[in-house]
């Protein structure tokens, strides 16, 4: 497989997907984003005493994988490729989905690619501003409802079942299938699983498919071991954690406030299953990943994602040297611009006078 | 080269670009973006007369170079891998730019991955919000003056060459040098280059760039034809078309407000060597081009970006059946979600209610 011929993850992982014809890939090019080898962040959380020299193989090894480069700059794009390609080759002519924001620009991209029809429930006043700003430039039909998440699904769910609308909400099986690619993507760079694969978790979905690529892919030999499935909920919005429903998720995270998971059991048989866990991270953890993350390594994620990394710092002491870690970076930080200038300091303001200048830099 | 295994443009193109030591390195997995074969565009462009059946030969084809899939981005991270490698290569702790909001959030980032400082000097009030919490975010020290860009330049450059602080603005060639890894990248994929190539044209940067990289490879003998080069700048802003300096540049393309280009020479050259033209685009032009972008292919760039079809559109007569056109995005939309939101129709807020949202649904 050429990197420079690369054109989106059903052409690539085609015999591992349930598409019957070529000429119905509906694609952005999604998928095949990087995994980066995070030293900084290693360093900055672990410190330097369980490192030994350069690249021994005593050192943890922390991966980045950073979905937040796909073409709607969040991993919902592997799931969309699936769902819209099979609601072409199915005859659909629109699609609809409930959304906190990622869904909803994935699934506005992906029909207009194809030129279906998008319809968005959003929950009212819910929604970072770069991720609604994708939906409307699409040509989605933003239609926000004065109730939350759940009740955006609830009517999805209604009206898909009662109109020839295709839903491309997780329920939908083709969203969880194409998601599971970046399990062999993983698996493709390193040779073998990780160790441990951390994650944000709001619907679930992600937990899930990843699991599911990892378990389908070892299951063919390829490679030895299978990684502990980490899952990691904001405090605020922790019902698997909790083992119940919450009624008002609340969390900075946006991107993982659910209250009821579309994928709750699923997720809850990937921990169980791998020998993992699922456990809460506070807003301000996540906070404090969120910033690290840019900071040490350079790359802005959105705030549900740095959950992965708020995660593998609460638990660090459960990894033990010659360990790999990979953390799924699930958005750009682009995704949510208000949180980041939320948390950065004020900028200077001065003359274009080379002494006010300097003296602005500190020299 | 495996996909697979892609680790940044310096290693891809490593016999092809100056740097001393892979150690030294400073990567995001920048390069290897999307070259996306647009055929609703063409359809909406050329209409369907010039267009004979689904896959002839006698079609016009046209390809986006999806740069704003870049780790920050924009196609930025091209030369700022090159100038931060370079920079630590050369023992530099920090560096400095002026800067519109593309360039500041890609140098901050890879500082930020080097470990070494970063300065931005940006224009007051001219900047993207996007762009500006991606600088802050990586750790830039942000200063903001009362000026116009070309002052920043003259602030940047003057310190520059006054303190051990390395510039990373384009006039730093290690940048023009990453660049040009984009033709390279076409010519991979397309096994050829392009009969056309059309990108937008602010600081002129890219244009030298991808003329560098197209002229260089040719040299190898690796491909037929060298393409006919299509620069196009913003009527407001178009100093290089009306062969004077432009003293307020003004459009709602932000990343190409430059009254006086860096490399406006070496443009002029791109576009004279190659018999190709550089002509303007109206911000209305440029707004038409950013929405059906978005509308037509799923795609979502900065509105910068979009004078590159923009242009295809406004010089569509001089293109001929079996033409290929490559038209660089140089920036995701993500960049700027304000002017998305400015152009998009209001959303309906409804009750959690069937018949309302079937109605706001318009069934």
Redo the contacts between chains.
């Keep these: 497989?050429?990197?420079?011929?690369?054109s989106g993850l059903i052409d690539?992982y085609w015999e591992r997907l349930p598409v019957k014809n070529r000429k119905h890939i509906v694609t952005?090019?999604e998928g095949?984003t990087?995994l980066?080898l995070a030293k900084?962040l290693v360093k900055e959380i672990f410190g330097t005493k369980k490192q030994s020299s350069e690249d021994s193989d005593n050192n943890i090894r922390l991966y980045l994988k950073?979905d937040g480069?796909?073409?709607?700059?969040s991993f919902k794009d592997r799931g969309m490729t699936m769902a819209v390609t099979k609601a072409v080759e199915e005859g659909s002519k629109a699609v609809i989905c409930a959304s906190t924001g990622n869904t909803s620009a994935s699934a506005?991209?992906?029909?207009?690619?194809?030129?279906l029809s998008a319809?968005v429930?959003?929950p009212?006043g819910k929604i970072a501003?770069?991720k609604?700003?994708?939906a409307?430039?699409?040509?989605a039909?933003?239609?926000?409802?004065?109730?939350n998440f759940d009740?955006?699904l609830a009517?999805v769910r209604?009206?898909s079942e009662n109109?020839p609308i295709t839903m491309v909400n997780s329920l939908n099986e083709h969203r969880i299938v194409g998601q599971k690619t970046a399990a062999f993507?993983v698996v493709?760079?390193l040779g073998d699983a990780p160790d441990y694969h951390a994650l944000p978790v709001g619907n679930a979905g992600n937990i899930t498919s990843y699991w599911m690529g990892y378990t389908e892919y070892h299951a063919e030999g390829v490679f030895e071991k299978l990684p502990k499935m980490l899952g990691f909920q904001a405090e605020g919005a922790a019902p698997i954690v909790k083992g119940e429903i919450v009624k008002n998720p609340e969390t900075i995270a946006t991107a993982i406030r659910i209250g009821n998971p579309a994928s709750w059991k699923r997720a809850e048989l990937a921990r169980d299953e791998s020998g993992g866990l699922i456990d809460t991270v506070t807003d301000d953890e996540i906070l404090e990943a969120y910033?690290m993350i840019?900071?040490?390594?350079?790359?802005?994620c959105e705030p549900a994602s740095a959950a992965s990394v708020a995660g593998v710092i609460k638990k660090k002491e459960i990894f033990k040297p010659g360990d790999t870690i990979v953390c799924t970076l699930t958005g750009?930080?682009?995704?949510d611009?208000d949180t980041?200038?939320g948390?950065?300091?004020e900028?200077?303001?001065?003359?274009?006078d080379?002494e006010q200048?300097?003296e602005?830099?500190?020299?």
Tied chains: 1, 2.
Excluded: W
Excluded at 1 to 6: L, P
Excluded at 141 to 147: A, F, M, N, R, S
Excluded at 332 to 335: A, R, V
């Design positions: 497989m050429s990197g420079a011929k690369y690539r952005l090019h095949n990087p980066i900084n950073y480069l796909n073409p709607t700059c506005a991209a992906y029909a207009a690619k194809a030129g319809y429930i959003i009212e501003m770069g609604l700003s994708q409307v430039m699409h040509g039909k933003v239609i926000e409802i004065k109730g009740e955006a009517l209604d009206i109109y993507e493709d760079v910033r840019a900071l040490k390594e350079g790359i802005f750009h930080g682009l995704k611009p980041a200038i948390v950065a300091p900028t200077h303001s001065v003359s274009p080379i200048v300097l602005a830099m500190g020299l």
